[in-house]
């Protein structure tokens, strides 16, 4: 399987920013998507963001677009988030997921589309 590390989360007032990183190892060759979800407290884990790892296409959840900004760097087996203009129901445990499965039928905007996960960081958003 591939592991993943995310890094980058922390504090910020509202209308900042904050770069998220995930970092992959592993057998990373059979990556095809890496996913952002995230986690507030008593809450259901959502769909953030995706990049597929060869092409580049990206998807964002409404909640996102327009603020979010995913890309990736393969030769370093990184994915970064940049989060602009955060808002505080942005506050939650942000995670980054590898999916192994060349085909979804779902955009890869599920859970069960993913086959690694990360440890997870907190971002937390002020007003």
């Known amino acids: 399987q591939v592991q993943l590390v995310e890094s980058g989360g922390g504090l910020v007032q509202a209308g900042g920013s904050l770069r998220l990183s995930c970092v992959a190892s592993?057998?990373?060759?059979?990556?095809?998507?890496i996913g952002w979800f995230r986690q507030a407290p008593g809450k259901e884990r959502e769909f953030v963001a995706r990049i597929r790892w060869n092409f580049g296409s990206t998807s964002y959840a409404d909640s996102v677009k327009g603020r979010f900004t995913i890309s990736k760097d393969n030769a370093k087996n990184t994915m970064y988030v940049q989060m602009n203009n955060l808002k505080p129901e942005d506050t939650a445990v942000y995670y980054c997921a590898a999916s192994q499965r060349p085909f979804s039928s779902t955009n890869y905007a599920t859970t069960g589309e993913y086959d690694s996960w990360g440890q997870g960081t907190q971002v937390t958003v002020s007003s």
């Open positions: 592993g057998r990373t060759s059979s990556t095809y998507v």
